[in-house]
């Protein structure tokens, strides 16, 4: 037994320490797919003093340690080097304390967040984080992402609702500031640096998440337009009709409601023709049953007077909330066929949203004029997501793709990850969206906190022989 072996053992015990062979294939990859890793351990630590362990025999050892959530991501950022430590937070999931005064709930990191959902539901609140894989995405492993997702137009993203944070540093020092309140000016906010980190700051055990009493409401419909412009236009509009109420603004180019509909035919009518150029799927919650519905609805009303709405369905029941949800989120048949694919999402400002769109669909279709390329994203948040199909999944594929879309995301002055991260698949194209400098800052407090070099090495930064 090699010495790291030992103190890990000693660290979890050995029925939580697995080396070798003995690793199961889930902790090799993430969504993405690609099955590569060959970590030397799997450790499941259950408290945050084992994590702390953990970092220090690591840190002292000089071994690398990938941080493993849900692993939903779609970056490769839990996905670790050959002989790297794989630390999974799934023993540590959690529900500590829901405190329905203070309206926060207090979380271990391992817990998923459809658990957080469920908790704060039973007790008559909302946490507004949400997205399509709740069911597996963890507390940590949303938190290192900062993710955003389906209501951050009206709640913010995930760095808005974190409130306190528990994180173990490389060291193995544990540092602890659980707050319950949104202001908390006493010196630097340290857990801004590692909300967003993507493990490579250090490992967050504990969060407390700021929650909001549970709407009485919730009202949902389609809408089509006939352009962009009238996209921008409804999201104005209806944020000012709907007094405040607009909770998700998301928007799909035809190609994108063409394919999803067809594929699902036969598991749900289409709610509309595919003839439109756009459609937006809005969702607004309430606290008044009688008003709010007749509010949404005058709301409607005027968008179409306006031309702004060419056609429109309101859900009438939550059987029909649920189909036109899924004409956003069951993508798993459409997205075979565009199988191998690569995903996008970036942000630009709203205003430059449909021409960096087109900008970036014209390169891909230069370099493959068959790409089938879905466009849809979270407009009100300016995040767009692409997912393309060019029949090769190839490394110069991707790099050609890749170069296609970010090229016109640096045009724009945007973002080459709007919620996803970077991890190891866009570390590369940083240089599109940070400058010189701000790359070089982000060096400076990696190695402040990370002197090692073992948290997530690889993950985010290029490695600093490059140019960038
Ligand atoms: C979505 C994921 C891909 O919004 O972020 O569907
Ligand atoms: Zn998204």
Do not use: C
Not at 59 to 78: F, L, M, P, S, Y
Request: no cysteine; charged share 20%.
């Amino acid at each position: 037994m090699t010495d790291i072996h030992a103190q890990l053992a000693k660290a979890v015990g050995d029925t939580n320490l697995f080396a070798g062979d003995a690793i199961e294939d889930r902790y090799r990859t993430d969504l993405s797919g690609i099955l590569r890793a060959e970590p030397g351990f799997v450790v499941r630590p259950r408290t945050v003093q084992e994590v702390a362990a953990i970092l220090r025999a690591a840190n002292a050892e000089g071994i690398a340690v990938t941080t493993q959530g849900g692993r939903t991501g779609t970056v490769k950022g839990a996905v670790p080097d050959k002989g790297a430590i794989v630390l999974s937070l799934e023993r540590m999931s959690a529900i500590e304390e829901l405190d329905p005064l203070s309206m926060t709930i207090t979380v271990e990191a391992g817990a998923t967040l459809q658990a957080v959902h469920e908790a704060a539901e039973a007790a008559g609140f909302l946490l507004p984080l949400d997205l399509g894989s709740r069911g597996s995405a963890t507390v940590g492993g949303v938190i290192s992402t900062n993710a955003g997702g389906l209501r951050a137009v009206r709640w913010g993203v995930a760095r808005d609702m974190v409130l306190g944070l528990e994180a173990v540093l490389a060291d193995g020092r544990i540092v602890t500031g659980l707050k319950k309140t949104l202001k908390d000016n006493a010196g630097y906010d340290w857990k801004h640096l590692m909300i967003g980190s993507e493990g490579t700051l250090g490992v967050v055990t504990r969060a407390t998440l700021r929650l909001r009493p549970i709407p009485r409401t919730t009202m949902t419909a389609l809408i089509a337009t006939d352009g962009f412009d009238k996209v921008v236009a409804l999201l104005r509009d209806l944020d000012i009709d709907l007094g405040g109420q607009l909770s998700s603004f998301e928007v799909m180019w035809q190609d994108f409601y063409q394919m999803i509909t067809e594929a699902n035919r036969a598991k749900r009518a289409p709610p509309m023709p595919a003839s439109y150029p756009f459609y937006v799927l809005i969702e607004a919650m309430g606290g008044d049953p009688v008003g709010d519905p007749a509010r949404f609805e005058a709301a409607l009303a005027a968008a179409i007077e306006r031309g702004q709405a060419s056609d429109v369905v309101i859900a009438q029941s939550g059987r029909e909330r649920d189909a036109l949800w899924a004409v956003r989120e069951d993508l798993m048949e459409p997205m075979r066929k565009l199988w191998p694919m690569f995903a996008f999402d970036v942000s630009v400002a709203l205003g430059d949203m449909a021409a960096t769109a087109e900008r970036a669909i014209t390169a891909i279709r230069g370099e493959y004029p068959n790409a089938l390329i879905l466009t849809y994203g979270h407009a009100g948040d300016g995040n767009l997501h692409f997912v393309v199909g060019v029949g090769d999944g190839s490394p110069a594929a991707e790099h050609r793709v890749d170069l296609a879309v970010y090229s016109a995301v640096a045009q724009a002055g945007g973002s080459i990850s709007a919620e996803h991260g970077v991890g190891l698949t866009k570390r590369d194209y940083l240089g599109f969206s940070r400058t010189p400098d701000e790359i070089a800052l982000m060096r400076i407090l990696k190695a402040a906190l990370d002197p090692g070099n073992i948290l997530n090495p690889g993950k985010i930064l290029p490695p600093s022989s490059s140019l960038q």
